[in-house]
């Protein structure tokens, strides 16, 4: 992940329609506002602080979660995925 202007990058979701990650989602082993999170910050793209006021958390504990728990478990489902096909 970087962070460029308050807004995390995953380029390696940047390939995935967004049937593919909405199915990723899914499949997650996510809670759902774990699930809102990750929509927020690699769909929509929005900025940390923002995805912080709307989730009643700090910006650094919403980063904190997607490097520790949101982004490893999708990269985990869709090497599952990836395997399956």
Avoid: C
């Amino acid at each position: 992940m970087s962070d460029t202007g308050g807004r995390a990058k995953y380029p390696q979701f940047d390939n995935l329609t967004a049937d593919e990650f909405a199915a990723l989602l899914r499949i997650a082993k996510l809670s759902a506002e774990d699930k809102a999170i990750a929509t927020q910050a690699i769909v929509w793209r929005m900025p940390l602080i923002e995805i912080g006021v709307e989730t009643h958390m700090d910006r650094s504990t919403v980063s904190r979660r997607l490097q520790r728990v949101i982004v490893p478990e999708l990269e985990r489902m869709q090497r599952r995925l990836t395997a399956a096909i």
